[in-house]
């Protein structure tokens, strides 16, 4: 069973389009992540919510929007998004953000026409 | 800030045979080491984390080992099966404890 669970798996979108990415998790867990993972790649951390504040942002274009609306959701909002920006993301969650191990949904495969 | 250096980047075994895969880290001021198997089209899961305050750890065919003066964390995987072949990634938290900095990776194929 996947504890973290994430929609949609697949998402096509234009370069104009907005769209959102949503995460769950019920583990009772207080940290959030999103990840970017291009093929062969590791992932690549995007944000991180401690306590539903963001707590980390690495320099992410602005076209990448996230949202925290209650400790078990992590939503990410998507706008005028570029071909080099279709990847897997994926969603995780930790205990909390000290030294935690990371439990990480199956993701949604993204690709940008 | 923390890098991580994996090798080797791909790894062909038999099975029934043992594979080791070396990873360094820079800052010693982590603390925590996880690794992370990911199987083709899927989520990375844990597999064994090893914290500084211990020097090896089991689970079963799976060992890791932690040197710190070294700045060195290994993953031992005995008695290989079809099954463990996947792309492997360790991983150090950073300094701060909120950043997991992943080594570039490992693809472990295992031979039938």
């Known amino acids: 069973d996947t504890e973290v669970t994430q929609t949609p798996k697949h998402l096509v979108m234009g370069m104009t389009n907005k769209k959102s990415l949503k995460c769950e998790q019920h583990?009772?867990?207080?940290?959030m992540y999103w990840y970017k993972q291009k093929a062969k790649k590791p992932p690549e951390l995007m944000f991180v919510?401690?306590?539903?504040?963001?707590?980390i942002n690495e320099s992410v274009p602005s076209r990448f929007s996230p949202e925290c609306p209650n400790s078990s959701l992590l939503n990410l909002h998507l706008h005028a998004l570029q071909p080099e920006d279709s990847a897997l993301y994926l969603c995780?969650?930790?205990?909390?953000?000290?030294?935690?191990?990371?439990?990480f949904g199956d993701g949604t495969r993204l690709s940008i026409l | 800030g923390e890098n991580v250096e994996q090798h080797p980047s791909t790894l062909s075994v038999q099975e029934g045979d043992s594979a080791v895969i070396k990873c360094t880290y820079s800052?010693?001021?982590?603390?925590?080491f996880p690794w992370y198997k990911q199987e083709l089209g899927k989520r990375p899961q844990l597999i064994i984390d090893?914290?500084?305050?211990?020097g090896e750890k089991k689970d079963q065919r799976i060992a890791v080992t932690l040197n710190k003066t070294a700045k060195h964390f290994s993953l031992h995987i005995t008695e290989t099966q079809p099954e463990d072949s996947a792309v492997y990634f360790c991983?150090?938290?950073?300094?701060?404890?909120?950043?997991?900095?992943f080594g570039a990776g490992t693809r472990l194929f295992v031979k039938a």
């Open positions: 090893i914290r500084s305050n211990v």
């Open positions: 919510y401690s306590y539903e504040k963001l707590s």
């Open positions: 583990m009772g867990h207080r940290a």
């Open positions: 995780a969650s930790s205990q909390d953000t000290i030294n935690q191990p990371q439990h």
């Open positions: 800052d010693s001021a982590s603390n925590y």
């Open positions: 991983a150090a938290m950073d300094t701060g404890g909120f950043k997991t900095i």
